[in-house]
């Protein structure tokens, strides 16, 4: 499900992946989250870095 919404966003925005991954380990950083929002958000972050290395490989081919 959070895979077909960042291949949407990415879509529409090819900076998507860098900014929502910046977002997400900044919330990860400041703490104070319930121990399920850092699963979910851990999850996310790593789905993430998944497309930022698919996203660096494509370009270092072009």
């Known amino acids: 499900q959070y895979y077909v ?3 949407d966003k990415l ?3 090819p900076g998507y992946v860098e900014k929502e ?3 997400l380990n900044n ?3 400041k703490g104070g ?3 399920e929002k850092v ?3 851990t ?3 790593n789905i993430l870095s998944k497309f930022v ?3 660096q490989s494509v370009k270092e081919e072009l």
């Open 11 to 13: 879509a529409q925005n």
């Open 39 to 41: 699963d979910d958000l």
């Open 33 to 35: 989250l319930a121990p």
């Open 53 to 55: 290395a698919k996203v």
């Open 21 to 23: 991954s910046k977002r």
């Open 27 to 29: 919330l990860l950083k």
């Open 43 to 45: 999850k996310r972050s």
């Open 5 to 7: 919404k960042v291949f």
